[in-house]
């Protein structure tokens, strides 16, 4: 041991005592935060940002990972259901009235007033409290997912640039000169601004200020950039939509089921999910629904129902099925399969390797004998394990699948050319070809930039090569990414725990997972302002399209594969139920059109065929006489599950039991076990809740 | 009674809104966040700010403690993030002062010599690198195994003991370099 071991030793332990000043003030202002926290009611109002910090080890990923996530985020997903982004820090949400339950809201309610001591910190705290909201990001992944940190490169968030001009001051260095020091200032002042400019609140301190001012004072321009995980992590539950101001809405299908089984697998090692891991529409999309089957020659048929709200006596939901044809299972195209697995150091796992191992071979003897499988290989460098061999030969098949094994780092661009390159060379006339990547999340299937992957996905895609992606494992799985790469593959993103999660993807839907039936879902309800005052979509909030988007051919939306079930449900509220949010306006619309047929609202369908150019159109009124069956009052139980996880502010006290019961009386036949087992989950969460 | 309570209680506590164990929760930790910020930065202004963002932030980030570890080794890797957090903004500044010009650089170069004369330690830890640094404040300074250390670092034991003989190697190096 040299001396200058010891003597750092001694130094680092003689470290100096806390300062008492120092101390005394960080202990008020947690005491203070805690008061706000806990006064709002909201636990999560200033989350972390969940940015990640990943140990230099993993370094040279680091490029590579950092461009799939900015592509695997709200923007990308943005892109492919083509709604412009939305500079989320400036949503103002409408000032409620009545008895309503309270919704979050961003902007700073009328907390000033009353606490002026506030206000006056507000230079100080401002940026102080941007500095914490920042360094508390860092704080995420190391708690959520060791594995899964990435040192993205200096992402300066929006409120850095003040909380470093505080820095500035506060610290050692010198000040340089004036213009960092105002910052703060500025941002006071844009605050106050804000608050100016803020509807005033009809309800007199609701809220105390919420933590980031700061926030709310950032300039949209500057609110998007590295936010992206949160971005999409934080996507807003849709809010309550008023029938005279916007009727019509608009969003793109998603037969993603991957939001259901993360959440299964995150109640099962005995955590409550976190809010951004609910997608409501994918948890109600992975549970099969008996909707009467589509006539001769149609691709799909729409069906209906309405119901009174469970959790609101003073609304209904409106719940929307989609039923896919299913083919004669005989007729079905040959298929060809192109395996891109995965099998970097971090597939090393019993439940990642193994059980994809496990899920491909049950997928093998479903296969038929003029299908092929290839299989390829990323990691170290990309090869092909398994030329394109006919499905007959299911010995070969599995002897390539059992001689692959973890290791080695991974090799970005070349695994996914190559995969692309096999299924265009296996294509054939009439032929169905996909792609089925497989991995932890921690692919690096990257092209050169961002854009590249995904101009480079949508492109196979239009040439008829689709792309699905099965996650396995936890740990680092990044469920943004894998959503993206499949919307922008017209795949399906599925993620499998168990070997009966990945029977029923891979097994069961096969038909559905890997036959489109119908490309570009687009699905568009007006509602009539004469029967409904307001609605609410429940989910799809990654998918929504702009009103004008539903005639466009050429913008991207879902897809809906052989005998799938996509279904959406809607809040509404009638005009005169004392469930409405929102009070008429004194000097009334401008458009009370008279008349028109007395419909809740108006459906409308827009698809193609696989691969044709123009949509077709289905068009349908929503009576309101439509009856609930079984299956749309279970699909409300999954949607109060998911909404009950997302700690949703509509749901009033209606709670887990609610839950349970409504979905324990609308289990129905329940061949495979689905339903009872959302069951026993809902009890889980109940029991974790507490 | 609260004095006696174990912190995974108070968190519990703190989290439904009960006040005095939040308080109780924060006092009885300040010092530790303060020292590991110290021990991690080596300066008392940039220690005590850290120390203060943590405590702020702690309230909203209590909820998103999962229970999988001990608080304690929890409550390290949040210092440890923040820290980084810290580093990364101030990489990002000094690659923004890049180019401010001759002046701007002569004059960091003398606050940076200013404080290496003045503490030896701070100068010592500068010439480790940040995996180096935060290896050795845990186990040096925070007198933890090394397995608790890569636990908080998220590397292997392997890799705390590898770099551990990494810094004697470099404090070699460096006392060949001062003594010459």
Same mark, same amino acid.
């Given at each position: ?35 706000? =926290? ?60 009545? @008895? ?61 640039? &003040? ?109 409550? @999910? ?15 629904? &008996? ?54 150091? &971090? ?7 193994? =059980? ?142 168990? =070997? ?84 008429? =306006? ?105 | ?127 480790? %690198? ?25 590397? %292997? ?7 551990? %003989? ?15």
């Amino acid at each position: 041991m040299t001396d200058e071991f010891d003597a750092l030793r001694a130094a680092l332990k003689s470290a100096p005592a806390a300062d008492a000043e120092a101390r005394a003030r960080a202990l008020a202002l947690a005491m203070t935060n805690f008061d706000r =926290l806990h006064a709002a009611g909201q636990g999560t109002a200033d989350g972390p940002r969940p940015t990640e910090d990943r140990p230099p080890r993993a370094g040279f990923l680091n490029g590579v990972r950092s461009m799939l996530k900015s592509l695997g985020t709200r923007p990308a997903l943005a892109a492919t259901t083509s709604i412009a982004a939305l500079a989320v820090g400036l949503a103002f949400l409408l000032p409620l009235r009545g @008895p309503g339950p309270l919704l979050p809201v961003e902007t700073p309610a009328a907390g000033a007033p009353e606490t002026p001591a506030v206000t006056t910190e507000a230079p100080a705290t401002a940026g102080r409290s941007a500095a914490a909201a920042d360094a508390d990001a860092a704080v995420a992944p190391a708690e959520s997912a060791p594995a899964d940190i990435a040192p993205v490169p200096p992402s300066v968030p929006p409120s850095a640039a &003040s909380a470093e001009a505080a820095e500035g001051a506060a610290s050692a260095i010198a000040p340089p000169e004036q213009p960092m020091v105002d910052e703060p200032m500025v941002a006071l002042e844009a605050t106050e601004a804000a608050r100016l400019a803020a509807p005033a609140s009809p309800m007199p301190s609701a809220l105390p200020a919420p933590l980031p001012e700061t926030r709310v004072a950032e300039p949209p321009a500057q609110a998007i950039p590295d936010e992206n995980t949160e971005a999409y992590a934080t996507a807003k539950a849709n809010p309550v939509k008023i029938t005279a101001e916007e009727p019509v809405s608009t969003f793109s299908t998603d037969v993603d089921t991957a939001s259901y089984a993360l959440i299964r697998s995150t109640l099962d090692m005995g955590l409550l @999910p976190a809010p951004e891991q609910v997608r409501i529409e994918e948890m109600v999309n992975y549970f099969p629904y &008996s909707y009467p089957a589509p006539d001769a020659g149609q691709a799909f048929r729409p069906t209906i129902a309405v119901m009174p709200t469970p959790w609101n006596p003073g609304t209904s939901l409106v719940t929307i099925g989609l039923q896919g044809a299913l083919p004669a299972v005989a007729d079905r195209p040959p298929l060809n399969l192109v395996f891109l697995v995965d099998t970097s150091g &971090s597939m090393e796992d019993p439940r990642k390797l193994g =059980l994809l191992k496990q899920s491909l071979a049950l997928l093998l003897p479903e296969l038929r004998a003029e299908d092929q499988v290839a299989i390829v290989a990323y990691a170290g460098s990309a090869g092909e394990v398994l030329p394109p061999t006919p499905a007959g030969e299911g010995d070969r098949i599995l002897a390539a699948l059992d001689n692959l094994s973890a290791g080695g780092a991974t090799a970005g661009a070349e695994g996914i050319e190559l995969a692309y390159r096999i299924a265009a060379e296996m294509a054939g006339e009439g032929e169905v070809s996909r792609v089925l990547l497989a991995t932890d999340g921690d692919f690096n299937v990257g092209l050169s930039d961002p854009a590249g992957l995904e101009a480079f996905i949508a492109r196979k895609r239009d040439e008829g090569v689709y792309l699905s992606v099965l996650g396995f494992g936890r740990g680092n799985l990044d469920d943004a990414t894998m959503q993206a790469l499949a919307q922008n593959g017209n795949g399906t993103a599925a993620y499998i725990d168990t =070997l009966s999660e990945a029977r029923k993807v891979l097994v069961d839907q096969l038909t559905g997972a890997l036959f489109p039936i119908a490309d570009d879902v687009k699905v568009q309800v007006e509602w009539n302002p004469a029967r409904i005052a307001e609605y609410r979509l429940i989910g799809y909030e990654t998918r929504a399209l702009r009103r004008e988007d539903f005639n466009n051919d050429r913008i991207d939306a879902g897809e809906i594969g052989a005998g799938l079930q996509v279904t959406a449900i809607y809040e509404v509220t009638p005009v005169g139920s004392e469930a409405v949010l929102n009070d008429p =306006l004194r000097y009334g619309t401008a458009a009370d059109q008279g008349a028109g047929p007395d419909e809740m609202g108006f459906l409308r369908l827009r698809w193609k065929d696989p691969g044709a150019e123009t949509s077709q159109l289905i068009e349908m009124p929503i009576t309101g006489a439509e009856p609930a069956t079984t299956d749309t009052r279970f699909a409300a139980a999954i949607a109060g599950f998911g909404q009950l996880l997302q700690g949703s502010p509509y749901l009033g006290k209606w709670g887990w039991n609610g839950a349970i019961a409504l979905a324990l009386a609308n289990r129905g036949e329940d061949p495979f076990g689905y339903r009872i087992e959302a069951v026993n989950l809902m009890r889980l969460a109940d029991s974790l809740a507490r | 009674m609260l004095m006696d309570t174990p912190d995974e209680t108070l968190v519990s506590a703190a989290r439904e809104g009960d006040r005095a164990a939040f308080a109780t929760l924060v006092a009885r930790h300040y010092d530790r966040i303060f020292g590991l910020a110290f021990r991690l930065t080596g300066r008392r202004a940039e220690a005590e700010d850290l120390a203060q963002d943590i405590c702020a932030a702690l309230p909203a980030k209590l909820n998103h403690w999962r229970g999988e570890a001990r608080f304690t080794t929890w409550l390290y890797r949040v210092v440890v993030n923040a820290t980084h957090d810290l580093r990364r903004r101030q990489a990002t500044r000094a690659k923004a002062a890049e180019g401010w010009g001759d002046w701007e650089i002569a004059r960091r170069d003398e606050i940076a010599e200013t404080r290496e004369r003045l503490d030896w330690l701070t100068g010592t830890m500068q010439r480790l %690198s940040p995996e180096l640094r935060d290896t050795v404040a845990l186990v040096l300074g925070e007198e933890m195994t090394q397995a608790e250390a890569g636990a908080i670092l998220g590397v %292997s034991e392997g890799t705390i003991a590898w770099r551990m %003989s990494e810094v004697k190697k470099r404090l070699r190096a460096l006392a060949a370099e001062e003594g010459r």
